[in-house]
Nanobody, 124 residues
């Protein structure tokens, strides 16, 4: 069974930075591609970023390129999402997701395991 626990969210100001973490309780963490999604109030969940099993390849939604950085530490079964230059439109619940796959996907339906989410609120 895979358990994912996000942390690091909070109330932030525009222009600030934040690092989210997602700790995975799973064997063979390096077999999983990992991703971050977010869901803003009244909106559908959207893809944010994904990372390959070894961490060499990363993928981003166009809306976050240049401000978000996804990374992983396979020794600690953890992925991260560094968010710089926070904007009010980054306000959302951020979820991490995991799947055993060769290549990360951008669709939520392609991930079997999800965390409970962490709230990020950015004030203007």
């Amino acid at each position: 069974q895979v358990q994912l626990v996000e942390s690091g969210g909070g109330l932030m100001q525009t222009g600030g930075s934040l690092r989210l973490s997602c700790a995975a309780s799973v064997r063979a963490f390096s077999a999983y591609v990992m991703a971050w999604f977010r869901q803003a109030p009244g909106k559908e969940r959207e893809f944010v970023a994904a990372i390959s099993r070894g961490g060499m390849n990363t993928y981003y939604a166009d809306s976050v390129k240049g401000r978000f950085t996804i990374s992983r530490d396979n020794a600690k079964n953890t992925i991260f999402l560094q968010i710089d230059n926070l904007l009010p439109e980054d306000t959302a619940i951020y979820y991490c997701a995991a799947e055993v796959a060769a290549v990360p996907a951008r669709r939520g339906i392609d991930y079997s395991y999800w965390g409970q989410g962490t709230q990020v609120t950015v004030s203007s």
